[in-house]
């Protein structure tokens, strides 16, 4: 049996549609309601937390798994990103007021100390230290926008989508720093040992997403 | 209460005395290959191990001064104490150096991993110009997994030489990316690099976007080879592969081309250990030249660290009960010790309770199945879950462990 780790939330219906559309049964999945296990024919569906969703996989509770790749880079675990979904598309970037973003066109030394709000403490962290300045992160889990306005950050790191919710709080996106979309991952284990197995759930996604795409 | 620091565990139980069996095991099994016990020191000087770990592993190392001023670190590999060890004791017609260990490295853990501390048994086999000396090693782990019960466990060969053949075209900074790319996990990165590279021509490109996929049983080789231009690209592994299966190992063998590990570290053969087809990972290891040309030789090596830990939790421990519980009651201390000398001398297993109190003596030995309870004092014996008792205590030094 192939389990498979999905997100709850807003991504379930991206990924019930891309598992649909690739032949997997989903008939179980899609009338889950409150189980976060679900059995549909040869396949094992575990719904999670999107947060938790890199370490089901890392840790061998599932073989495969749809997720947002600013959540796989943010987690840091060992997994295999093996395909773009090309769905969920958004950005990850930093974001501010129009004053800091003056900051942001001049020497890296302008960034040294900058107080950034964000839930991806990791990711800011390393994407500030590749651009050589050193921040103090606020580590905030919603509401992000809100820090500049309150005068607890200077700047946010987060994923924008339409931008609508910057542009509410007057912000604007100062730099975009990743592509996001929705990605399938891999143990790395499973990779591995059960490639035979695995390759034809594989194939019939990357199929399909081809196939969405042209 | 005194804790452990995070990342640090103490094991005991069942599953400390099983790792001490896979240690005995597995040592006694490498000697008799010529494999001889290697005692590394327990700090590395940071300078060579900086020097000579892959990046990322660097970024992992534990550093620390000693109390003479020297920056060091906590063993962070073996391989390059045992480099070391050969190149300050042994000349190049000495070679090669065969050597075996159960020590411990240290390194700080990668989420979401969290111990900072491995107990590692493996073997190291220095200085010999052969493909027979993977052969050797390779087939050597596998006899030794099945010696100690794991005869499911599966091994999957790479081979770290290949990728870097492929990109030789290649601008320095591409194909540095490609590799990390690969090694991270990361192929959707990697096939956007390969597509987007003008420097790759469309031969070499349809391979590399093939690359990380082939993966599978021993078959994924004659598939590679119909897509390979070079015909010796594969020979290494093909070779390991084909002795493998000679040896009866070919359903536990799968290959992956697309498994990078540290590239200036390793530059052949490298394989990873399963402890079954759905198991876990307990170790790996393969053949490191570019480690070996750095330290001023020019000749191969091979080695491999398997995680005791992970060994003894494989071979799923058992609870050990002694055969016998010997209660001396109030007979003078010595007499019980001199009777405990005979089980030594018998092999028969034993702890001795000291309580006072006999109906408690006989509660704790209840609690232990499958055990004969001594009454020294009254002299007589009872077997635990029968309750039957004899005056003739004999037999009880026949019991073996």
Request: hydrophobic residues 40%; negative net charge; proline residues 5%.
């Amino acid at each position: 049996m192939t389990t498979i780790a999905l997100p709850t939330g807003r991504s379930l219906g991206d990924c019930v549609e891309i598992l649909k559309g690739a032949g997997l049964p989903t008939e179980n999945l899609s009338n889950a309601g409150r189980h976060l296990v679900v059995a549909d024919g040869p396949f094992r569906y575990l719904l999670g937390k999107p947060t938790d969703i890199p370490t089901l996989v890392s840790q061998g509770a599932a073989d495969l798994a749809l997720v947002g790749n600013d959540v796989t880079d943010e987690s840091e675990v060992d997994v295999t990103e093996i395909l773009d979904t090309g769905r969920g598309k958004c950005f990850m970037a930093v974001a501010g007021t129009p004053e800091t973003a003056v900051r942001f066109d001049g020497h890296v030394t302008n960034l040294m100390g900058l107080r950034v709000a964000t839930k991806y403490v990791r990711t800011a962290s390393r994407t500030f230290e590749e651009w050589g300045a050193q921040i103090r992160v606020l580590n905030l889990n919603g509401s992000v926008e809100l820090a500049p306005a309150l005068g607890l950050a200077n700047c946010i790191f987060d994923i924008v989508q339409t931008g609508g919710t910057l542009k509410a709080n007057g912000l604007v996106v100062i730099r975009r720093t990743a592509e996001v979309s929705l990605r399938l991952i891999a143990n790395r284990s499973a990779l591995q040992l059960r490639w035979s197995v695995l390759r034809e759930t594989v194939d019939a996604i990357q199929k399909f997403v081809a196939d969405a795409t042209n | 209460m005194n804790l452990t620091p995070r990342g640090c565990s103490s094991i005991g139980g069942e599953l400390a005395s099983c790792m001490e069996k896979t240690r005995d095991t597995a040592l006694a099994f490498f000697a008799s290959y010529g494999y001889n016990p290697f005692n590394p020191a327990e700090f590395q000087l940071l300078e060579g191990t900086m020097k000579n770990l892959p990046r990322k592993r660097r970024d992992r190392i534990i550093a620390l001064s000693t109390p003479f001023g020297e920056p060091c670190c906590l063993r962070a590999d073996i391989t390059i104490s045992a480099l070391s060890y050969m190149s300050t004791h042994y000349a190049p017609e000495d070679f090669p150096l065969r050597l075996c260990y159960a020590e411990r490295i240290f390194s700080a853990p990668t989420p979401p991993k969290e111990n900072l501390e491995d107990t590692q048994v493996g073997v190291e086999l220095l200085g010999w110009e052969s493909p027979g000396s993977d052969v050797e090693v390779v087939a050597m782990l596998m006899r030794a997994l099945d010696r100690l019960g794991l005869d499911e466990s599966v091994i999957v060969l790479g081979d770290a030489s290949i990728l870097p053949q492929l990109l030789t075209e290649l601008p320095a900074d591409i194909s540095e990316k490609l590799i990390e790319q690969l090694q991270d996990g990361a192929y959707c990165d990697f096939m956007q690099t390969v597509r987007n590279a003008d420097a790759i021509t469309p031969e070499s490109r349809d391979i590399l976007l093939e690359l990380p996929w082939l993966k599978g049983g021993p078959d994924v080789l004659a598939e590679a080879q119909k897509i390979f231009r070079s015909s010796t690209l594969l020979t290494p592994l093909s070779t390991l592969c084909g002795a493998l299966e000679s040896l009866g190992y070919g359903g536990r063998v799968r290959v992956d081309l697309g498994f990078i590990r540290d590239l200036n570290y390793y530059r052949g053969p490298i394989f990873n250990v399963y402890s079954s087809n759905d198991g876990d990972l307990l170790g790996g290891g393969g053949r490191y030249d570019g480690t070996l040309a750095d330290a001023r030789f020019t000749c191969q090596a091979i080695g491999f660290g398997l995680s005791l830990r992970e060994l003894a939790i494989a071979r799923k421990p058992e609870p050990e009960t002694p055969s016998v519980i010997l209660w001396p009651g109030d007979i003078p201390h010595e007499r019980a010790i001199l009777f405990a000398e005979e089980l030594v001398t018998a092999g028969t297993s034993f702890i001795i309770s000291w309580e006072p109190d006999i109906e408690k003596a006989r509660k704790f030995a209840h609690n232990r199945p499958g055990a004969w309870w001594v009454n020294l004092r009254d002299g007589y014996s009872e077997e635990i879950a029968t309750g039957e008792r004899t005056t003739d205590l004999s037999h009880i030094k026949e019991l073996s462990r």
